[in-house]
């Protein structure tokens, strides 16, 4: 399994491979910092600006993941899998809710809220927006854990649940934000396989260590 | 690659804290949905399965400190404690993992009269699941899925996995969650709540009951560990998306027939195979739906399916093992039990409900599961 491309946003810069893709030009508060990320993919996606805080920085790691790497041509919508960690789950919005809720004489709970509660929305979003209909999974860890989510996507190659995978990590808490995001695929669909690093552990230390 | 044995298996939900609590009311359609109009999780009156706090605490007085625990780990300790104790299983070996699966965990502590009850970190899942494996003395880092509705199915698959191809022996699969103010709030606020109790695949189902609880299923690799009785292994499973909507089934069914479909050829088992389907029938209008076009497109129609939820609502977490644990009674005692609820065929593809305690060996059975996201698994069981 090779590494296609990966993604990493947090402290208000992208990093694709080895490029900086955007950055803010001044230092900005999470919500306009992904907001004017969004804007510079030149993307008509109108469901975005509805998505809370964390779908909202696994959508924009995911589109530059994804662009021109024609997925969805290449590989049966049912064996593309996502596999994602997480530390905080859905805090932020969790909060949010919260609020809603605090007091009963200005109660207010709300769908549109209440649906971003579960950290695996973020999952959905990104399956919707490239209809993807494969494997899914949100796991919890205090930090990443590259071991385990190198094992948990090798075994689903090894049992033929998925034939490429979208994996990696999104997080956010307050301002502190960050997502890694990788494309994997198998050799066999890769017309130029010397250009792209192996799936292991190590070379995903080294690729979520580029800042 | 190895076969993976049930060795030991528990639920706790509003029937009880054992399995033959459980089996003694669901055999004679004793539900444990009720009205509460108490106000304390909502402001307005609301059906539910919720587990007694009095009795919780009784329970687990006996083997640790209720004080130092919050409610959502009680649950998911004294039901991990009960499976154990029925199992041979080393919980505090390096070979041994907890795989834990909940939705919102211990959410409840954001609430302001909870704040200063414990450490502020005790909300994050990664935490709540520490302290859990913590109690049994596992030094191994708890794996944790956090997938919506469909947590429990998944973490079965991920133990399937883990110990098939022989990353560890033994995994203490607990899923669980509790109903607070947080998430039936939320429920009402999606108008998916019923107004009375739940009625999967019924004509006049107008809504799901939520329910608390934990079920957990300890599995291994070493048969030596499985006590007499009837083997039940797992065969496999698989998860999919529908890529549809966020929080709205498919129209058409094709995540979770692909779901269906997966696990039976993980599992190297034919339609025609399975004998039972465990199916997740929250008694929504759409999901039920959703369910009989699935089945049907992956040629199930006519095996004889349930949905538990009548008798303790939608345990959310907790389903995929809850339903699990129950369904492994019913191959072991060869019965089908009575969907609670149904009366009137309401679905538009056909499938086959179970609509009374029925006699029925079975070796080879499905569990599904559905959630919020778009996400869909399934798992096979046999003997």
């Known amino acids: 399994m090779l590494i296609t491309r990966s993604v990493h946003i947090t402290k208000?810069?992208?990093?694709?491979?080895?490029?900086?893709?955007?950055?803010?030009?001044?230092?900005?508060?999470?919500?306009?910092?992904?907001?004017?990320?969004?804007?510079?993919?030149?993307?008509?996606?109108?469901?975005?600006?509805?998505?809370?805080?964390?779908?909202?920085?696994?959508?924009?790691?995911?589109?530059?993941?994804?662009?021109?790497?024609?997925?969805?041509?290449?590989?049966?919508?049912?064996?593309?899998?996502?596999?994602?960690?997480?530390?905080?789950?859905?805090?932020?919005?969790?909060?949010?809710h919260q609020l809603t809720i605090a007091d009963r004489k200005n109660y207010f709970p709300g769908p549109a809220i209440f649906v971003y509660t579960l950290p695996n929305i973020m999952l959905g979003e990104i399956c919707i927006r490239n209809k993807f209909q494969g494997e899914n999974a949100l796991f919890i860890f205090d930090k990443f854990k590259p071991e385990q989510l190198f094992a948990h996507v090798s075994l689903l190659f090894q049992k033929n649940k998925i034939d490429v995978c979208i994996a990696g990590?999104?997080?956010?808490?307050?301002?502190?934000?960050e997502s890694f995001m990788m494309l994997i695929e198998p050799e066999s669909m890769l017309a130029n396989s010397k250009d792209f690093t192996t799936f292991d552990p190590s070379n995903i230390n080294i690729l979520f260590s580029k800042k | 690659m190895n076969e993976v044995f049930v060795s030991g298996e528990n639920a706790i939900t509003s029937l009880g804290f054992t399995v033959s609590d459980h089996l003694d009311k669901i055999k004679n359609n004793i539900t444990g949905v009720k009205l509460y109009n108490d106000g304390l999780l909502f402001p307005e009156p609301f059906y539910a399965s919720l587990v007694d706090s009095k009795l919780l605490n009784q329970?687990?007085?006996?083997?640790?400190?209720?004080?130092?625990?919050?409610?959502?780990?009680q649950l998911m300790i004294l039901s991990a404690h009960s499976a154990l104790s029925g199992s041979d299983i080393d919980a505090t070996s390096p070979t041994t993992v907890f795989?834990?699966?909940?939705?919102?965990?211990?959410?409840?502590?954001?609430?302001?009269?909870?704040?200063?009850?414990?450490?502020?970190?005790?909300?994050?899942?990664?935490?709540?699941?520490?302290?859990?494996?913590?109690?049994?003395?596992?030094?191994?880092t708890p794996l944790v899925i956090s997938n919506a509705c469909i947590s429990g199915v998944l973490a079965i698959n991920?133990?399937?996995?883990?110990?098939?191809?022989?990353?560890c022996e033994n995994a203490v699969v607990i899923g669980g969650d509790v109903a607070s103010e947080f998430i039936v709030s939320g429920f009402q606020s999606f108008k998916s709540l019923s107004f009375g109790p739940c009625k999967p695949f019924d004509l006049n189902r107008d809504g799901l009951n939520l329910g608390e609880g934990a079920g957990t299923l300890v599995l291994t690799t070493n048969p030596g560990a499985?006590?007499?009785?009837?083997?039940?292994?797992?065969?496999?499973?698989?998860?999919?998306?529908?890529?549809?909507?966020?929080?709205?089934?498919?129209?058409?069914?094709?995540?979770?027939?692909f779901a269906v479909n997966k696990a039976m050829k993980q599992a190297g088992?034919?339609?025609?195979?399975?004998?039972?389907?465990?199916?997740?029938?929250?008694?929504?209008?759409?999901?039920?739906?959703?369910?009989?076009?699935?089945?049907?497109?992956a040629g199930l129609s006519d095996v004889p399916l349930n949905s538990l939820k009548g008798y303790f609502g939608h345990t959310m977490g907790g389903a995929g093992t809850i339903e699990s644990v129950i369904s492994i009674q019913g191959m072991k005692q060869s019965l089908l039990f009575n969907t609670l609820g149904f009366h009137e065929y309401g679905v538009p593809e056909k499938i086959t409900i179970v609509d009374k305690l029925t006699r029925k060996e079975q070796k080879c059975i499905l569990k599904t599961a559905s959630g919020f996201g778009g996400c869909n698994a399934a798992v096979i069981f046999a003997t």
Not at chain 1, 169 to 177: K, L
Not at chain 2, 66 to 72: D, I, L, Q, S, W
Not at chain 2, 102 to 112: A, H, Q, R, Y
Not at chain 2, 276 to 296: P, R, V, Y
Request: proline letters at 4%; one cysteine or more.
């Open chain 1, 12 to 96: 208000g810069k992208i990093v694709c491979d080895d490029k900086t893709v955007f950055e803010a030009l001044e230092p900005l508060p999470f919500t306009e910092f992904i907001k004017s990320a969004f804007k510079s993919l030149d993307t008509a996606y109108p469901k975005f600006y509805k998505m809370d805080k964390l779908s909202k920085l696994a959508f924009v790691a995911s589109e530059i993941l994804l662009k021109d790497k024609e997925i969805p041509q290449k590989y049966k919508p049912e064996t593309i899998g996502l596999i994602f960690q997480n530390a905080n789950s859905t805090i932020e919005t969790d909060i949010e």
């Open chain 2, 226 to 257: 499985v006590s007499s009785g009837k083997r039940i292994k797992v065969l496999g499973g698989a998860g999919s998306n529908d890529a549809n909507h966020i929080s709205g089934p498919s129209r058409t069914g094709d995540g979770l027939c």
């Open chain 2, 269 to 297: 088992v034919q339609p025609a195979q399975i004998d039972f389907i465990s199916a997740h029938g929250t008694a929504t209008s759409f999901n039920d739906e959703m369910e009989s076009k699935a089945f049907s497109s």
């Open chain 1, 169 to 177: 990590w999104a997080d956010i808490v307050g301002e502190n934000y």
């Open chain 2, 158 to 167: 991920y133990g399937y996995d883990l110990l098939s191809s022989g990353a």
């Open chain 2, 59 to 73: 329970h687990f007085s006996r083997i640790g400190d209720p004080g130092k625990y919050t409610r959502f780990e």
């Open chain 2, 99 to 140: 795989i834990i699966s909940s939705t919102k965990g211990n959410v409840d502590l954001l609430e302001n009269a909870k704040q200063n009850q414990f450490d502020a970190d005790r909300v994050h899942l990664w935490k709540a699941a520490a302290e859990i494996a913590g109690f049994f003395g596992n030094k191994n």
